[in-house]
């Protein structure tokens, strides 16, 4: 009876901690190993998300050690929504949503640089299921 308990313990706090883990990675589709065919519109999007971006964001949107996945359910476009693009690329982020510290403003980035960036952003995000 005991045994049960604790097989049922062990399944539950595992579950509960693999969870939030799993919706971040199941988000993403996409890897440097698979990566998206990119629509011809969306292409100078991402070669500027490649360059200003991906640093930390991945080359993908999956996220590294220096900052969050946007392939995530809160940058979809009712959390997040376009402004919110620009003011973090021009004027940076306090840490709010995660532990990577604050988002510094992009050097070099321009809101033309967002204006190409974000439909690509967008298009991952569909692409990857996210709205
Ligand atoms: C030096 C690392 C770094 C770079 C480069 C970077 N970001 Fe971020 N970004 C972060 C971190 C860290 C956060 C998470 C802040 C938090 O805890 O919510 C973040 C958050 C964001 C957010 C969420 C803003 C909010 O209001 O919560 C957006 C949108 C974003 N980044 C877009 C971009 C775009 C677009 C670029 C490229 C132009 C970019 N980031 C480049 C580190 C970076």
């Known amino acids: ?33 698979n990566p998206p065919k990119v629509p011809y519109k969306y292409v ?9 971006c991906s640093r ?25 929504g376009d402004p919110a693009f620009y003011q973090a690329a021009l004027n ?8 990577f510290g604050d988002m510094p403003p992009v050097p070099g980035a321009t809101r033309k640089d967002i204006d190409v960036i974000l439909p690509f952003i967008r298009w991952l995000q569909r692409e990857n299921g996210i709205y």
């Open 1 to 33: 009876m005991k045994f049960r308990f604790l097989f049922f313990g062990i399944f539950a706090i595992s579950t509960l901690l693999l969870t939030p883990l799993s919706s971040v990675i199941a988000a993403n589709k996409y890897s440097v190993d």
């Open 92 to 99: 940076g982020v306090r840490a709010h949503h995660w532990r």
């Open 56 to 80: 930390c964001h991945g080359k993908w949107g999956n996220g590294t050690h220096q900052g969050p996945p946007l392939m995530h359910g809160f940058y979809k476009p009712s959390h997040h």
């Open 44 to 52: 100078l999007g991402m070669e500027k998300f490649r360059d200003l």
